[in-house]
């Protein structure tokens, strides 16, 4: 197929590593300077560089789109997308928090959402949301492409911001923050907490199955019976997001992460999550 990968940051040239290696030609539109440098890892047959977003879609299959998170970019771009694409062409946004009935056009039945997990090439999830005027067509087509590429698209029945990973990571994000803001953990042990217990648990089983496996023999049933109260009973935090205090937590990051590079902890973290796959597979 001939993928256009609109938007070469870091989810777009994870995309694009994504859809090289499964034979495909991709054609990238970035207005970024060093274009040309950041796509000299992939093979030249494969990937290249076009002049600008009409050539890069001119005879696309698939658009994947991965630039700013910003509505009005996105409203702009797809009004373009579906007068410069290919009529057949599935027009696929990235976004990780705008509901695509909010920036497809009239005639938008080839636009949605195919929300990746960063890094895509790595983690199978892909949220895929249809918006109120995309097509059966285009979301059963959608689902085909991504597992063709040996992703695990799950297809979302109401568009809300932040789709569902989003959503479940900033609640769980909120907490930690808060956690850190009264002094309870610093970053790097409250990461310890989670690699060693719910991350590891939720690479197996998800919140809900793990809970029923937590009940016991009794399940979910005996769960909610049991702690279900107490648990509830639990206020969690609200994070102070004023400038000053967030600056606290950058500081604080910094000073747990910021000895190594940022391509020495992406690498540790890739090795992690495909020893991991190797294990678990896909999940379904
Ligand atoms: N980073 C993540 O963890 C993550 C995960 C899932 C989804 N997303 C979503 O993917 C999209 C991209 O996020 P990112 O983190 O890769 O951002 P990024 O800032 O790394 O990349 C955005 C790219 O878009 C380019 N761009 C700007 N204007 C453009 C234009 N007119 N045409 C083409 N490209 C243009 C920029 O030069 C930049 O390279 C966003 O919608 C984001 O919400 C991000």
Do not use: C
Request: charged letters at 25%; aromatic letters at 6%.
């Amino acid at each position: 197929m001939r993928i256009a990968v609109i938007g070469a940051g870091t989810i777009g040239l994870s995309w694009t590593k994504l859809f090289a290696e499964h034979g495909h030609d991709v054609r990238v539109s970035d207005p970024r300077p060093d274009l040309a440098e950041v796509l000299r890892e992939f093979d030249p047959a494969r990937v290249r560089a076009a002049a600008d977003v009409a050539e890069a879609v001119r005879d696309a299959d698939v658009v994947q789109e991965n630039g700013p998170e910003n509505l009005a970019f996105k409203k702009d771009l797809f009004a373009a997308l579906v007068e410069q694409a290919p009529s057949h062409a599935l027009l696929l946004s990235s976004s990780s928090a705008i509901p695509s009935s909010e920036f497809a056009p009239e005639d938008g039945s080839r636009v949605l959402i195919g929300h990746p997990f960063n890094p895509p090439h790595v983690v199978p999830l892909v949220e895929v949301v249809p918006g109120e005027r995309t097509s059966e067509d285009s979301i059963r087509r959608a689902v085909e492409f991504y597992r063709s590429l040996g992703r695990v698209p799950v297809v979302e029945r109401k568009e809300v911001p932040g789709f569902v990973g989003n959503r479940l990571q900033a609640a769980l994000q909120r907490e930690a923050v808060s956690l850190v803001q009264q002094g309870v953990v610093t970053p790097d042990e409250l990461d310890t907490v989670m690699v060693n217990s719910l991350g590891l648990r939720w690479a197996a089983v998800g919140p809900f199955l793990g809970s029923h496996l937590g009940g016991g023999p009794g399940g979910y049933r005996h769960l909610t019976e049991h702690i279900g109260s107490s648990m509830h009973a639990m206020r969690v935090g609200e994070p102070d997001t004023s400038p000053e205090a967030t600056e606290k937590v950058v500081q604080a990051v910094e000073r747990a992460y910021g000895d190594k590079s940022y391509a020495e902890l992406a690498r540790e973290r890739d090795r992690k999550q495909i020893a991991i796959l190797s294990v678990t597979g896909e999940q379904k």
